[in-house]
């Protein structure tokens, strides 16, 4: 693996949300004060992927996002690079792109906008692969894709590739149960990332995440979580896992999750708007939103 033991692909890896100026550009700005405070609130590095909106940009905006997540984050923590695409080509060309401009690993979501089978599936996640040094992650991404990836499909690539060239973020229902198959199937072997937001996190855990990559607005209530279950104070996490869950339970879409985590990042002073790249499937009406700000109350003072 190219990282060294200060910077471990591990612990808690929050994607990032994309900051917009009022003209829908990039605000590169309260990006690097976006990233800034992740680190002083603990993570231990940060992902760019689905709710930074990547798929709402061009190839050229994906590239300058890459290029500045990098820039404002290697020095303290890792970069996780998201670079699915809808061609295998495409997704090679991110992936190159993420490893020249510095990122610690790649991570890759098979094509959205058609099913393919397995066979497909595997040649277009061992081109991403062949193409570039550095880790990548097999991420399952059901919910936006509609269609579970195959465990033995996973297992076949950890095998060819080993654990420190592939590793993985299953989100196949039913999570927990779909977590202990993988790590059965690969003898305990692969490196897993829990990707429910924290919503299945204390459970996941327990089956043997080294990871989890939730999102940014909640990253004050992730770290100290982590922190409980790794010292093993299961009355903390307990109480600090309630709230994140209900919290979570609300966010049923991807529009979803973006209209609740940039609220959160505005209320906590981190972004100057709400601003989501339409068309959007999802708005927050008041009541949702004080049901919102009740819930992160109650995580915020069960993680002090």
């Given at each position: 693996?190219?990282?060294?033991?200060?910077?471990?692909?591990?612990?808690?890896?929050?994607?990032f949300?994309t900051p917009?100026?009022?003209?829908?550009?990039?605000d590169?700005?309260?990006?690097?004060?976006e990233?800034a405070?992740?680190?002083?609130?603990?993570?231990?590095?940060?992902?760019?992927?689905m709710?930074?909106?990547?798929?709402?940009?061009?190839?050229?905006?994906?590239?300058?996002?890459?290029?500045?997540?990098?820039?404002?984050?290697?020095?303290?923590g890792?970069?996780?690079?998201?670079?699915g695409?809808?061609s295998?080509?495409?997704?090679?060309?991110y992936?190159?792109h993420?490893?020249?401009?510095?990122?610690d690993?790649?991570?890759?979501?098979?094509?959205?906008?058609?099913?393919?089978?397995e066979?497909e599936?595997?040649?277009?996640s061992?081109r991403?692969?062949?193409a570039?040094?550095?880790?990548?992650?097999?991420?399952?991404?059901?919910g936006?894709v509609g269609?579970?990836?195959?465990i033995?499909m996973?297992?076949?690539?950890?095998e060819?590739?080993?654990?420190?060239?592939v590793?993985?973020?299953?989100?196949a229902s039913?999570?927990?149960?779909k977590?202990s198959?993988?790590?059965?199937?690969?003898?305990?072997?692969?490196?897993?990332?829990?990707?429910?937001?924290?919503?299945?996190?204390?459970?996941?855990?327990?089956?043997?995440?080294v990871?989890t990559?939730p999102?940014a607005?909640?990253?004050?209530g992730?770290?100290p979580?982590w922190?409980?279950l790794?010292?093993?104070d299961?009355?903390k996490?307990?109480?600090?896992?309630?709230?994140?869950?209900?919290?979570i339970?609300?966010?049923t879409s991807?529009?979803c999750f973006?209209?609740?985590?940039k609220?959160l990042l505005?209320?906590?002073?981190?972004?100057?708007?709400?601003?989501?790249?339409g068309?959007?499937?999802?708005?927050l009406?008041?009541?949702?939103?004080?049901?919102?700000?009740?819930q992160?109350?109650r995580?915020?003072?069960?993680?002090?």
């Amino acid at each position: 693996m190219t990282n060294s033991p200060k910077h471990q692909l591990a612990g808690v890896l929050p994607v990032f949300q994309t900051p917009w100026l009022d003209d829908e550009t990039l605000d590169l700005e309260t990006l690097e004060r976006e990233i800034a405070w992740l680190y002083d609130c603990g993570a231990h590095g940060i992902v760019m992927a689905m709710v930074s909106e990547t798929l709402r940009l061009d190839s050229e905006e994906r590239e300058q996002l890459a290029a500045a997540a990098c820039r404002f984050g290697k020095e303290r923590g890792v970069v996780v690079i998201s670079v699915g695409a809808e061609s295998s080509k495409t997704a090679e060309r991110y992936a190159r792109h993420a490893e020249t401009v510095g990122a610690d690993a790649v991570m890759a979501i098979p094509p959205v906008s058609i099913g393919i089978g397995e066979s497909e599936l595997l040649a277009y996640s061992t081109r991403i692969i062949q193409a570039i040094r550095i880790p990548v992650i097999v991420q399952d991404a059901s919910g936006y894709v509609g269609k579970p990836m195959p465990i033995t499909m996973q297992a076949k690539l950890l095998e060819e590739f080993g654990p420190e060239r592939v590793q993985h973020k299953p989100e196949a229902s039913p999570i927990g149960p779909k977590l202990s198959e993988l790590r059965d199937a690969t003898q305990g072997r692969a490196r897993v990332f829990e990707g429910t937001g924290g919503i299945a996190l204390v459970d996941s855990f327990k089956r043997g995440v080294v990871g989890t990559m939730p999102g940014a607005d909640l990253i004050r209530g992730l770290v100290p979580l982590w922190n409980a279950l790794k010292s093993g104070d299961a009355g903390k996490a307990d109480r600090i896992h309630g709230p994140l869950a209900a919290l979570i339970s609300m966010q049923t879409s991807l529009d979803c999750f973006l209209a609740v985590e940039k609220h959160l990042l505005v209320r906590q002073g981190i972004f100057k708007n709400t601003l989501v790249r339409g068309p959007v499937g999802f708005r927050l009406d008041d009541e949702t939103k004080g049901e919102v700000d009740r819930q992160f109350d109650r995580m915020i003072a069960a993680a002090q």
